[in-house]
Nanobody, 121 residues
Framework: QVKLMESGGGLVQPGGSLTLSCAASGSIFSMYVLGWYRQAPGNERVLVAAIPRGGTANYADSVKGRFTISRDDAKDTVYLQMNSLKPEDTAVYYC???????????????WGQGTQVTVSS
């Protein structure tokens, strides 16, 4: 069983900063791509940022230069540093992981339960 647990969401004023964390727990052999998605009310869930193991991160155009994704493989944790937040960043943010639970099992996709980020004055 694998579980992803997000933390760090909340209410912040425009121009402010937040850092989201997502820790994976359970039986994990290797974590490949880690990412953050977001879903605003009435909209589809969209990719915010993703980072492959040992690779280069990629970002949605709307967050480039403001958000930074990073990972700590020793802690099975991925972070999203969000700066210069705007009201349009308001959404539920979901952690996503493509990982293998065992070397002989295929890769699987796992999701966290989501954390609310609200940017408002």
């Amino acid at each position: 069983q694998v579980k992803l647990m997000e933390s760090g969401g909340g209410l912040v004023q425009p121009g402010g900063s937040l850092t989201l964390s997502c820790a994976a727990s359970g039986s994990i052999f290797s974590m490949y791509v880690l990412g953050w998605y977001r879903q605003a009310p009435g909209n589809e869930r969209v990719l915010v940022a993703a980072i492959p193991r040992g690779g280069t991160a990629n970002y949605a155009d709307s967050v480039k230069g403001r958000f930074t994704i990073s990972r700590d493989d020793a802690k099975d944790t991925v972070y999203l540093q969000m700066n210069s937040l705007k009201p349009e960043d308001t959404a539920v943010y979901y952690c996503n992981a493509r990982l293998q639970r065992r070397p002989y099992l295929p890769e699987g996709i796992y999701w966290g339960q989501g954390t609310q980020v609200t940017v408002s004055s």
